[in-house]
């Protein structure tokens, strides 16, 4: 049986999961910001109607979203994860191949579903998602995830398909190439797309009927494999297992700019506890600990300075203490006093590069730590925060949630109605 | 429906699920802006939430359904997979507000009922002007003097 994959995704996934829990959002403009309440990163048809783009900071259409009485939200990141593993959770009743591959976005394989049946089970997987978990989706099929991108994008934009669309499908396959922008197509930039225009190359029709092999020349083997899989020939596989985890990241912007040493090394130790509970989330150590902190590119005229530097322990761990010390060091080895004019810094984060799965890591000789000791501590700790919510336990380097003033600013978020008993939704009596 | 996946299941067993199942994977693509927000879910016992991702807990606020044995302050349990019907206890948008009202069906008229003597009996006398968001499985009431919630 041919090949069929299926790109489901959720229409403006973080302004649909708030519209869930508030009706008053209904059919009214919703857009939500970035960390530090930067920049639209969610755009309802109303919001995207008034003209505000993808990207727009929030600080020039302020005073337009007021007038024209745009509701706008921080982001509410623990709702969203949770509503996306809501979602996910119903796919997988329709198809046991799920590849999960962003927050809102997932495909699902469809290949053992007959050819003339794939459209009804694509409008029953819309009905349920929208009836269970309140989000409204669209379907793309294809028998390459190229195609099914594409043909999301076709779903989404072609109000008569209803919000679904397959392209394995011949006839709709030669309906529609020719009829689409080659920029549609998933992974050709600004830079192919103006290559392609001087080839000639106007439609999707137009890119999948150029020969590869010059292509290649070109826009390296990237462009040769989007030939291939607009002709149907799948060179991405779907992957079903993610790929362990090599390194780990905790990076943030500060609400405001920071000169103060004591305060950077409260930001970094707090980074230092976060990344020590995602690597224990996934049962991961790591022996190189890098710490960066710099000063903003925006800050015009003001001292510059840009520092990162790794500090190494001498055997893996995920215990938040030894990172933080770690993490501290490494600040302490390259903290310079201002002069006149101070550094102010805003942005610092603790990043791991070499993650290994915690018992497969190698015991060190000299300097072993007493993991006997650290595991239930650390367990407990993690404990804690499970049940009463996150921070409820810190570390006294890291500062207490509330006073942590720098801390990245979320200042119009919704609560978090799924997951915390203190914030679920109301209902009126 | 209620299909659950063996690697569904929490360690533990059958006996807790997670209202939601949380995902501990990793995205294929992009890394999970969320990643780092995730928190525990709320958990309840896997015979009284047979589908969790349509389950979704509501704090009830108020005192017209207390001849439903509904009372102010009270969990409610809400899935949204199962079909409204007569006589049920649904989660409901009424002028915009989210409230908890009795569905009642007569014929070919749907109307949502409060259920409270001091009250009249019908909040909403056309269907038309609502929408249902869920059914009320369960509701969960403390018999104890709470200080706080969550504890």
Same mark, same amino acid.
């Given at each position: 049986?041919?090949?069929?994959?299926?790109?489901?995704?959720?229409?403006?996934?973080?302004?649909?999961?708030?519209?869930?829990?508030?009706?008053?959002?209904?059919?009214?403009?919703?857009?939500?910001?970035?960390?530090?309440?930067?920049?639209?990163?969610?755009?309802?048809?109303?919001?995207?109607?008034?003209?505000?783009?993808?990207?727009?900071?929030?600080?020039?259409?302020?005073?337009?979203?007021?007038?024209?009485?745009?509701?706008?939200?921080?982001?509410?990141?623990?709702?969203?994860?949770?509503?996306?593993?809501?979602?996910?959770?119903?796919?997988?009743?329709?198809?046991?191949?799920?590849?999960?591959?962003?927050?809102?976005?997932?495909?699902?394989?469809?290949?053992?579903?007959?050819?003339?049946?794939?459209?009804?089970?694509?409008?029953?997987?819309?009905?349920?998602?929208?009836?269970?978990?309140?989000?409204?989706?669209?379907?793309?099929?294809?028998?390459?995830?190229?195609?099914?991108?594409?043909?999301?994008?076709?779903?989404?934009?072609?109000?008569?398909?209803?919000?679904?669309?397959?392209?394995?499908?011949?006839?709709?396959?030669?309906?529609?190439?020719?009829?689409?922008?080659?920029?549609?197509?998933?992974?050709?930039g600004r830079a192919s797309l103006a290559k392609l225009e001087a080839l000639g190359v106007d439609t999707v029709?137009?890119?999948?009927?150029?020969?590869?092999?010059?292509?290649?020349?070109?826009?390296?083997?990237?462009?040769?494999?989007?030939?291939?899989?607009?002709?149907?020939?799948?060179?991405?596989?779907?992957?079903?297992?993610?790929?362990?985890?090599?390194?780990?990241?905790?990076?943030?912007?500060?609400?405001?700019?920071?000169?103060?040493?004591?305060?950077?090394?409260?930001?970094?130790?707090?980074?230092?506890?976060?990344?020590?509970?995602?690597?224990?989330?996934?049962?991961?150590?790591?022996?190189?600990?890098?710490?960066?902190?710099?000063?903003?590119?925006?800050?015009?005229?003001?001292?510059?300075?840009?520092?990162?530097?790794?500090?190494?322990?001498?055997?893996?761990?995920?215990?938040?203490?030894?990172?933080?010390?770690?993490?501290?060091?490494?600040?302490?080895?390259?903290?310079?006093?201002?002069?006149?004019?101070?550094?102010?810094?805003?942005?610092?984060?603790?990043?791991?590069?070499?993650?290994?799965?915690?018992?497969?890591?190698?015991?060190?000789?000299?300097?072993?730590?007493?993991?006997?000791?650290?595991?239930?501590?650390?367990?407990?700790?993690?404990?804690?925060?499970?049940?009463?919510?996150?921070?409820?336990?810190?570390?006294?380097?890291?500062?207490?949630?509330?006073?942590?003033?720098?801390?990245?600013?979320?200042?119009?978020?919704?609560?978090?109605?799924?997951?915390?008993?203190?914030?679920?939704?109301?209902?009126?009596? | 429906?209620?299909?659950?996946?063996? &690697?569904?299941?929490?360690?533990?067993?059958?006996?807790?699920?997670?209202?939601?199942?949380?995902?501990?994977?990793?995205?294929?693509?992009?890394?999970?802006? &969320?990643?780092?927000?995730?928190?525990?879910?709320?958990?309840?016992?896997?015979?009284?939430?047979?589908?969790?991702?349509?389950?979704?807990?509501?704090?009830?606020?108020?005192?017209?359904?207390?001849? &439903?044995?509904?009372?102010?302050?009270?969990?409610?349990?809400?899935?949204?997979?199962?079909?409204?019907?007569?006589?049920?206890?649904?989660? &409901?948008?009424?002028?915009?507000?989210?409230?908890?009202?009795?569905?009642?069906?007569?014929?070919?008229?749907?109307?949502?009922?409060?259920?409270?003597?001091?009250?009249?009996?019908?909040?909403?006398?056309?269907?038309?002007?609502?929408?249902?968001?869920?059914?009320?499985?369960?509701?969960?009431?403390?018999?104890?003097?709470?200080?706080?919630?969550?504890?």
């Amino acid at each position: 049986m041919s090949r069929a994959l299926a790109l489901i995704d959720g229409n403006s996934f973080y302004c649909s999961c708030e519209r869930v829990f508030d009706p008053k959002l209904a059919g009214v403009p919703v857009i939500v910001l970035s960390n530090n309440d930067g920049c639209a990163i969610a755009r309802t048809a109303e919001a995207k109607a008034l003209g505000i783009k993808m990207g727009d900071p929030f600080f020039k259409i302020r005073e337009m979203c007021r007038s024209q009485g745009v509701r706008v939200f921080s982001s509410n990141y623990t709702l969203y994860g949770d509503m996306s593993a809501r979602t996910n959770a119903v796919y997988r009743d329709f198809s046991p191949k799920v590849e999960i591959y962003s927050i809102d976005e997932s495909f699902l394989d469809l290949s053992d579903v007959q050819a003339d049946r794939r459209v009804e089970l694509a409008r029953d997987l819309r009905a349920t998602v929208r009836a269970w978990t309140g989000i409204p989706t669209c379907v793309g099929i294809g028998p390459t995830k190229t195609l099914a991108k594409l043909a999301n994008h076709i779903a989404k934009t072609v109000p008569d398909l209803d919000g679904v669309c397959d392209l394995t499908d011949p006839v709709a396959y030669d309906h529609w190439l020719c009829r689409i922008s080659v920029a549609e197509v998933w992974g050709i930039g600004r830079a192919s797309l103006a290559k392609l225009e001087a080839l000639g190359v106007d439609t999707v029709a137009d890119l999948r009927d150029l020969d590869p092999r010059p292509v290649r020349k070109a826009m390296t083997v990237v462009g040769e494999r989007i030939i291939h899989e607009l002709r149907g020939l799948a060179c991405l596989p779907l992957e079903l297992m993610p790929a362990q985890r090599k390194g780990c990241a905790v990076t943030r912007s500060f609400s405001r700019r920071i000169t103060d040493r004591a305060e950077l090394e409260q930001a970094v130790s707090a980074h230092a506890t976060r990344l020590g509970e995602k690597l224990r989330r996934g049962g991961l150590a790591t022996n190189h600990v890098s710490v960066f902190y710099h000063t903003s590119e925006h800050d015009r005229g003001d001292p510059m300075r840009s520092v990162s530097t790794t500090v190494t322990l001498p055997e893996a761990t995920s215990d938040t203490l030894a990172l933080i010390k770690a993490a501290l060091l490494g600040v302490a080895k390259t903290w310079r006093e201002s002069g006149e004019r101070p550094w102010r810094y805003s942005k610092a984060g603790v990043i791991t590069t070499d993650l290994m799965r915690m018992e497969d890591s190698p015991r060190a000789l000299i300097g072993q730590m007493d993991r006997e000791r650290s595991g239930p501590l650390m367990a407990a700790i993690d404990a804690c925060n499970a049940r009463w919510g996150a921070g409820a336990v810190v570390p006294a380097r890291a500062g207490v949630l509330e006073k942590r003033d720098w801390n990245t600013k979320f200042e119009m978020r919704t609560p978090r109605y799924t997951t915390q008993v203190s914030e679920l939704p109301v209902a009126v009596a | 429906m209620s299909l659950h996946r063996v &690697a569904e299941l929490p360690e533990g067993g059958l006996s807790t699920v997670r209202v939601p199942l949380l995902g501990q994977r990793l995205c294929a693509g992009f890394p999970s802006p &969320a990643d780092d927000f995730l928190e525990g879910a709320l958990e309840l016992p896997r015979w009284l939430v047979p589908n969790p991702p349509a389950t979704f807990l509501w704090q009830i606020s108020g005192e017209s359904m207390r001849g &439903a044995g509904i009372f102010d302050r009270d969990l409610a349990c809400v899935d949204r997979s199962l079909k409204a019907g007569h006589d049920c206890v649904v989660v &409901a948008v009424v002028n915009g507000q989210m409230s908890i009202k009795r569905l009642v069906i007569e014929g070919n008229r749907a109307r949502l009922a409060f259920d409270n003597p001091d009250l009249p009996a019908f909040a909403v006398e056309d269907l038309e002007e609502a929408a249902i968001w869920g059914v009320v499985r369960f509701t969960i009431r403390w018999h104890l003097v709470r200080g706080q919630f969550g504890r």
